[in-house]
């Protein structure tokens, strides 16, 4: 069975040649699951990993737009709806110039395992275009999102594929892409998730992400003899995720220490642990300038790092919160020597495969994005939930909802990785209880 696991992952890099971030997730889960795929010879009769690899359905479309000196423009945009086993297609929309068919392969990916360990009915997909809002003005970024749905509006559907947002993606540009989705379809329906409040959006849900990844690291850290609460903890990114892992955070007694952007981190020894700190967070992204600097203009204790990676300021847990691949083998190697005990990711594939086995080796407890990220799109369902009933939740409703989702989260990893290895691997955990719901529903639903 290990020959079968092996064998779809060289079959997968050959497919799909090029595309290493898609190759790194692919070899990651797959590894993982051979002591499963041993217990189940069915999956391979079925071709299961052949098809779990596979999207359902792959879009890539133009998107012409004119910006504001009249110019002509053409991006790619990109839809992969990779499996419905469990429910609708269900995952964000990214708009980054590095944006390209491997890393919305890997989202995707990553995402059929993510809804699962939710416990949600929401099957797994991702899309994007190499769009770079950053520098745009509010009607060339409506431009653009219009040309967008013009042509994905096809393609998606509250039972069918809900988008949401992602990196360069937020409250502004899904407003615009609801609002010509609706003006084209001509109803008023749950397509999209992430939306205001005065059109369906969901109490909470800004906060989802950062929340729930903080009350992950929690259960981790519990599970191991600590607490939270005392702890002096490193963030990167500056945007919704660690905004809100910073207001939880101050909330379970611990210090944000640090944020990052592009040009390098924050370190601000009092914490980033007040309102006004946190509004300076908003103000920042909502710039448009996607940079940190001005935070230690503004707060005389705080000094900025340009072009460094605040993985080198002392801390008791680290939280990756801004892209993918944010933690090297070099960071890792440092963690392990300076006596790290805990990394939480925040971001998707906060960490490369070597830097995980190298946390691991050093005995650090690393809680993987796909379980520890999973509350944005848990209270995205929790949205489609309200959309469909024609209701609406409070938002202390949706987030003890959502608290209760990262519990059962860790504890399915946690048993997971014990049946299957016999200790206590998040890692490992994620990838089986997240694959053993989609697995049993494929099987049940035939050859398709």
């Known amino acids: 069975m290990a020959n079968y696991v092996e064998r779809v992952i060289e079959q997968c890099k050959a497919n799909n040649p090029g595309e290493i971030e898609f190759h790194q997730t692919v070899e990651e889960v797959l590894t993982s699951l051979a002591p499963v795929v041993e217990k189940h010879p069915e999956y391979e009769a079925s071709a299961l990993l052949e098809r779990l690899v596979e999207p359902e359905r792959g879009i890539t479309f133009r998107v012409v737009w004119v910006d504001d000196a009249g110019k002509v423009n053409v991006n790619k945009g990109y839809r992969y709806e990779f499996n419905s086993a469990i429910g609708p297609y269900k995952g964000g929309l990214r708009f980054a110039p590095n944006v390209y068919p491997g890393i919305i392969k890997f989202l995707g990916f990553e995402q059929i395992f993510k809804n699962s360990l939710t416990g949600l009915p929401i099957g797994g997909g991702k899309g994007g275009s190499n769009f770079d809002p950053t520098g745009k003005s509010d009607a060339e970024v409506m431009r653009f999102c219009q040309a967008f749905m013009t042509e994905l509006y096809r393609h998606i559907g509250p039972n069918t594929d809900v988008p949401a947002g992602d990196m360069g993606v937020g409250g502004r540009e899904i407003g615009y892409l609801y609002g010509q989705y609706k003006r084209i379809v001509n109803r008023f329906e749950g397509v999209l998730t992430g939306k205001g409040l005065e059109y369906g959006g ?247």
């Open 202 to 448: 969901a109490l909470g849900r800004a906060e989802a992400t950062g929340y729930g990844i903080v009350w992950y690291a929690e259960e981790m850290l519990k599970a191991n003899g600590e607490e939270l609460a005392g702890k002096k903890v490193a963030i990167s990114g500056f945007g919704n995720v660690a905004w809100g892992a910073a207001k939880k955070l101050t909330e379970l007694g611990a210090t944000c220490v640090t944020i990052s952007g592009p040009d390098g981190y924050v370190y601000d020894p009092d914490g980033v642990g007040t309102p006004e700190k946190h509004q300076c967070m908003l103000d920042l992204r909502a710039s448009g300038q996607n940079i940190v600097a001005p935070y230690a203009d503004k707060f005389p204790n705080a000094t900025f790092y340009p072009g460094q990676k605040p993985w080198v300021a002392d801390a008791d847990l680290y939280i990756p919160c801004a892209t993918q691949n944010e933690i090297q083998a070099e960071d890792a190697k440092s963690f392990v020597e300076r006596g790290v005990k805990f990394v939480c990711e925040g971001s998707n594939m906060s960490s490369t495969n070597e830097a995980i086995a190298i946390m691991q080796d050093g005995g650090i407890i690393v809680g993987p994005s796909k379980a520890a990220n999973a509350g944005g799109v848990a209270v995205s369902c929790i949205e489609m939930g309200q959309n469909a009933g024609h209701a609406c939740f409070t938002a202390e409703q949706v987030l003890d909802q959502l608290h209760g989702i990262m519990v059962g989260i860790h504890k399915a990893c946690a048993e997971a990785s014990q049946e299957y290895y016999g200790k206590y691997d998040l890692v490992k955990g994620a990838n089986i209880a997240g694959f053993l719901k989609v697995a049993g529903a494929m099987m049940q639903q035939g050859i398709v």
